[in-house]
């Protein structure tokens, strides 16, 4: 018979369902109250995050608002989602506080650490967008720009450009903590990842491809790092199987039992 978790309770559906609505109003709760302290300063907000493109404009060229309300209602939704990604330390506490009773307590002592990780990694993630990927891809569209093209980004457009590229590196930035998952709950092992390294490396591309703008800078970009993340993630669960006494993948376990039967000595 299976053990059940620690401190297991039968709690009824509505009881379930009361606890989720409480800790959904507390994410939107931190949401709102991150906003209401940003919501003065997002014209400056707006500034900081466009600043790699702008330092790339020609001499006299600024940003446009081609919509009436753009000036208004773009750094408001710019300012909206940077109070969701600050509160995304608040939003996980209250999803682990929500499966929590229902892990083992071997499981919650990975689960922390995996869910720290996430945070770490997907905060990474956008701070290599932002420093490293921006200057990079702004700089290359700046020198392409043809000869008499005026090169001046719609600011509605380029949030949704900025937008796209900060969750496409949070998320490949993730890589480690689902390949450490997919290990951890049996799903594939090791030898296996190891196995079809070649084929993530195509898959890497080709979500790189999907993901950023049209060019081989952006694109090369994002799938180098989510293939150094994926070898970060094998060699994270090679350390699990280690810590967990299960054989290595290279050889056998000396200890494992044989199908060959003892030989009798007379």
């Not at 071997?106 to 290599?128: D, M, Q, T, V, W």
């Not at 020198?143 to 900025?162: H, K, W």
């Not at 590196?169 to 480690?176: C, D, I, R, S, T």
């Not at 196995?195 to 994002?222: A, E, H, N, W």
Request: aromatic share 14%.
């Amino acid at each position: 018979m299976s053990r059940l978790p620690d401190n297991d309770q039968e709690m009824p559906l509505v009881s379930h369902l009361a606890e989720l609505r409480t800790r959904l109003l507390r994410c939107v709760a931190a949401i709102f109250l991150i906003f209401a302290g940003l919501f003065y300063f997002a014209q400056k907000i707006y500034t900081l995050v466009s600043a790699p493109l702008r330092q790339y404009l020609p001499e006299g060229a600024t940003m446009i608002a081609t919509d009436v309300a753009s000036p208004f209602l773009t750094p408001f939704k710019l300012t909206m989602i940077v109070a969701v990604f600050l509160a995304m330390p608040v939003i996980l506490h209250q999803v682990w506080g929500f499966i929590a009773p229902g892990l083992y307590k071997h499981e919650k002592r990975i689960a922390i650490p995996l869910l720290i990780s996430s945070i770490i990694l997907f905060y990474a993630g956008i701070a290599f967008a932002y420093f490293l990927v921006f200057p990079i891809i702004f700089h290359f569209f700046a020198s392409v720009t043809p000869e008499g093209v005026s090169m001046m980004t719609d600011i509605a457009s380029y949030l949704d450009f900025i937008m796209t590229l900060f969750f496409a590196f949070g998320l490949a930035f993730e890589v480690p903590v689902a390949v450490v998952l997919l290990i951890w709950i049996g799903i594939v092992d090791v030898a296996y990842l190891r196995k079809i390294r070649p084929y993530v490396i195509i898959g890497c591309f080709v979500v790189g491809m999907i993901l950023t703008p049209p060019d081989i800078f952006s694109q090369t970009l994002l799938a180098v790092p989510m293939w150094l993340l994926f070898e970060l993630g094998i060699l994270a669960g090679s350390l699990i199987r280690t810590r967990r006494g299960e054989p290595d993948e290279e050889g056998e376990d000396e200890n494992a039992p044989t199908d060959q039967p003892p030989s009798v000595q007379p």
